[in-house]
């Protein structure tokens, strides 16, 4: 078994308990029925997040054995740990006896889950940064080449902050041009 194989098993299955439980606290709202008070942004926040986490694990693919090690697989397996909170912050566990309202949900729940978005690409950028100087690369090379990560986490780090739903709205629509647009490149592809 190669060290991708190997590794890519405790990968994948933290991803799919990240996606697991997205599922099934979307299963709890919809059967809850008329005790959830729906409302747009903590739904749109969680497709986000299984977007997002879909286009992470397919981009960790590597045919390849490259001999990954623990302390290369570490940085990795944080990410994973980050992405798994996210997921559990998408949306709520539990619907309370008195119903639930969404709107108030993400309202209460967006700067904790907006800094988790922000500690995952903070995390990966921090990462290829110390990858990068201790390779010998120019660190304005990278941040150039990074600009529109930086500019995503830009964004990510606003929405912890500023909790008009307008910003929040058009956040969505930016932030899941990424996803979507390697979704369409992927699927060209077939």
């Given amino acids: 078994m190669s060290a991708f194989e190997y590794t890519s098993v405790l990968a994948s ?3 799919g308990l990240a996606l697991v439980d997205i599922l099934i606290s979307l299963n709890r709202l919809i059967r809850a029925g008329g005790s959830v008070r729906w409302h747009w942004a903590a ?3 969680a497709l986000l997040v299984a977007m997002t986490i879909i286009q992470i694990w397919w981009s960790t693919y590597s045919p390849q054995d490259t001999g990954m090690t623990i302390g290369q697989f570490l940085p990795l397996l944080v990410e994973l740990v980050i992405l798994f909170l996210l ?3 998408a949306l709520p566990d539990d619907i309370p006896a008195g119903g639930l309202d969404l709107k108030l949900y993400y309202d209460r729940n967006g700067p904790y889950f907006w800094s988790l978005f922000t500690a995952a690409l903070g995390w990966l950028i921090a990462v290829e940064g110390v990858a990068a100087l201790a390779g010998g690369r120019d660190i304005v090379q990278l ?3 990074r600009l529109v990560d930086l500019s995503v986490l830009a964004v990510f780090a606003s929405l ?3 909790r008009r739903l307008l910003w929040h709205a ?3 629509v930016l932030l899941a041009a990424g996803p979507l647009n390697w979704l369409s490149l ?3 592809r077939l």
């Fill in 170 to 172: 058009i956040a969505f």
């Fill in 13 to 15: 299955i933290i991803i």
């Fill in 160 to 162: 912890i902050f500023v």
């Fill in 186 to 188: 992927s699927l060209g």
């Fill in 43 to 45: 739904p749109l926040a």
């Fill in 143 to 145: 941040l150039e080449a």
């Fill in 87 to 89: 997921a559990a912050a």
